[in-house]
């Protein structure tokens, strides 16, 4: 054992992966894509069980909660459910999927489809046309069984929705990620597309009308989730007492949280839709707009439904929902011509109005479709009667997100282009040159000011320091440019030198006898050398750096050690 154990790093190793062709990477996409649905709907699975599980009171076994899980991951696509345990006895569909549900499996299957592109280094690489195809394959090869399964349990899948919704998502999201993967490229368009179609679009800057689109269907969205917020906090009270009585438990409260929470872009998307004008509706034959809630609503016990507004004719308050295409149409155009003019370019490379309009078009077209799609995925039916219609109707919506965003963003792209193309007025333009000279002057006189003025110096100056003279051609020009230190010369230092050495020459020590301090007239003792031959003069006012005593000695110096003054008149 200990052999092997010692040989096994010399053992030849495996290797990673097997160099094959084509049928390999299609296969591994294959199983990319069976691998993010198993991921996804075991996601739900546990969280479908850990609240069963967390329940006081379960009203079911766990093969219903797995029947549940399973139902709500295809409701996560799109597909229809349908309910038959219902007080009527009638089975009843049940259409209007979480849109922040429906991310996780978009999320999954765009991320299966960008991996298989980007295989490890070794690996074959599958076309980008072939990789999302077979995802999608495999997907489908993981929900189809699932269909299936549901069909004993209290929610069954509709088989026609599952059919065309499954695949459908699964499809898109993978040919999202395989864009992604190959650097979001937008061109050239397939050769069936007309000449002067593929031209127009080529002229008009298509990446800056998807960017355009995609900003404006975002502010629409924020807008209608600031309605709803709005809405919700006026009837707070309403939406409280909701929420308090669907259930008593805390774990039951929790699950109306979460599904709250995973229906906030739903609402969100009615919202951008009431503040669009065609509103939403809530139960057959009643619709709420800004300008009144007209029929008679049938509006389940649910929080977020508690804000939908009273029945009635529409205040200004309610009119000011309008608010939110308006500002729509201005990101459209603002993005619009982020492109076309920018700031700070020049304007030989700005486009032409013709351009700039086709391109504010583009942009809105672009932005009608998202938000209709986004319309078509929020609604649908939560029963039968009265209960089967829910939502925004989406060609509705499209068209009202056109006619605002188009009929707004055009002539607000063209205005701000011609702001930011315009010439400087003659009234202020010339004023510049002007006062860029005054400052110019302004600027020579404070160099002026601001050159040092050498003081005098005093009479009594020694020799070294007239050899440092400030004012002196020894400095350079760039000394002009700091200010000198202040008038501390060495006349001014040198009186409070020499008293310092007297006192170091008075102290004497601690065993000597005091001396009697010396005033600056009196001649040196015989301590300092001083006698007849030597007589006694008053202090030197200035003395050479060499003469000077170092001022910084040991106060226990003897004076004995302590340098002589200079007494003639030469070292003065």
Same mark, same amino acid.
């Given at each position: ?59 079911? *076994? ?5 029947h549940v899980a399973a139902a709500l991951w295809l409701l996560a696509h799109g597909t229809e ?55 999608a394959c495999g997907y489908v090869m993981v929900g189809a069984p699932v269909v299936l399964y ?97 259930? $008593? ?25 009431? $503040? ?106 939560? $029963? ?113 030198? *020499? ?11 601690? *065993? ?42 040991a106060a226990g110096e003897t004076p004995e050690s302590a340098p002589e003054p200079p007494a003639? *008149?030469?070292?003065?």
């Amino acid at each position: 054992m200990t052999q092997v154990t010692e040989q096994s790093p010399s053992m030849p190793q495996a290797p990673v992966a097997v160099q094959g062709g084509t049928s390999v990477a299609l296969v591994a996409s294959f199983v990319r894509g069976a691998t993010a649905a198993g991921l996804g709907l075991g996601l739900i699975a546990v969280f479908v069980t850990v609240m069963w599980i967390s329940s006081p009171f379960p009203d079911s *076994d766990p093969g219903d909660a797995l029947h549940v899980a399973a139902a709500l991951w295809l409701l996560a696509h799109g597909t229809e459910l349908v309910r038959a345990d219902t007080l009527s006895g009638a089975a009843a569909p049940m259409g209007v999927a979480p849109l922040l549900l429906a991310a996780l499996p978009v999320w999954l299957a765009h991320r299966a489809a960008r991996d298989a592109l980007e295989p490890d280094p070794g690996r074959p690489r599958p076309s980008a046309w072939s990789a999302p195809i077979m995802v999608a394959c495999g997907y489908v090869m993981v929900g189809a069984p699932v269909v299936l399964y549901v069909a004993g349990g209290s929610f069954a899948a509709d088989p026609l929705s599952a059919l065309v919704h499954l695949p459908l998502l699964t499809l898109l999201a993978a040919a999202s990620g395989a864009w992604t993967a190959n650097g979001l490229p937008l061109g050239p368009l397939p050769s069936w597309v007309p000449q002067r179609l593929r031209v127009a679009l080529a002229r008009s800057r298509m990446s800056a009308a998807l960017r355009s689109a995609a900003a404006g269907a975002l502010a629409l969205l924020v807008g209608g989730a600031v309605l709803v917020v709005a809405s919700t906090v006026w009837h707070g009270r309403a939406a409280q007492e909701s929420f308090m009585n669907l259930s $008593g438990e805390w774990s039951g409260r929790t699950a109306i949280a979460l599904l709250v929470l995973a229906l906030v872009p739903n609402a969100a998307v009615w919202g951008a839709s009431y $503040g669009l004008g065609p509103g939403f509706a809530v139960g057959t034959g009643a619709t709420a707009t800004p300008l009144a809630l007209t029929g008679t609503p049938a509006l389940p016990d649910f929080p977020l439904l508690a804000a939908v507004p009273d029945q009635g004719p529409g205040t200004p308050l309610h009119w000011a929902a309008v608010a939110v295409p308006v500002v729509a149409a201005a990101v459209v155009a603002w993005f619009t011509v982020g492109a076309a003019a920018p700031r700070y370019g020049a304007r030989e490379t700005a486009w032409r109005p013709g351009d700039t309009a086709l391109a504010a078009l583009l942009g809105a077209v672009g932005c009608a479709g998202l938000t209709a799609l986004l319309a078509a995925a929020s609604g649908g039916p939560l $029963g039968t009667g009265r209960l089967a219609a829910f939502g925004p109707v989406w060609w509705l919506v499209g068209l009202a997100a056109l006619a605002w965003t188009a009929g707004l963003s055009i002539p607000l792209a063209l205005v701000l282009r011609a702001w930011r193309l315009r010439t400087p007025a003659q009234g202020w333009w010339p004023r510049l040159p002007r006062r860029h000279s005054a400052e110019a002057a302004d600027g020579s006189a404070v160099e002026a000011v601001a050159e040092p003025v050498v003081p005098e110096a005093p009479a009594e100056r020694s020799a070294a320091s007239e050899a440092v003279d400030p004012g002196s051609d020894l400095l350079d020009d760039e000394s002009e440019l700091y200010d000198y230190l202040p008038q501390d010369t060495w006349a001014e230092r040198a009186p409070r030198e *020499d008293r310092w050495t007297v006192l170091k020459e008075s102290s004497g020590g601690p *065993d000597s006898p005091p001396v009697p301090v010396r005033g600056p007239e009196t001649a040196a003792g015989p301590e300092s050398g001083a006698g007849p031959e030597h007589p006694a003069g008053p202090e030197p006012a200035a003395a050479s750096p060499a003469a000077r005593p170092e001022p910084d000695r040991a106060a226990g110096e003897t004076p004995e050690s302590a340098p002589e003054p200079p007494a003639d *008149d030469e070292a003065r």
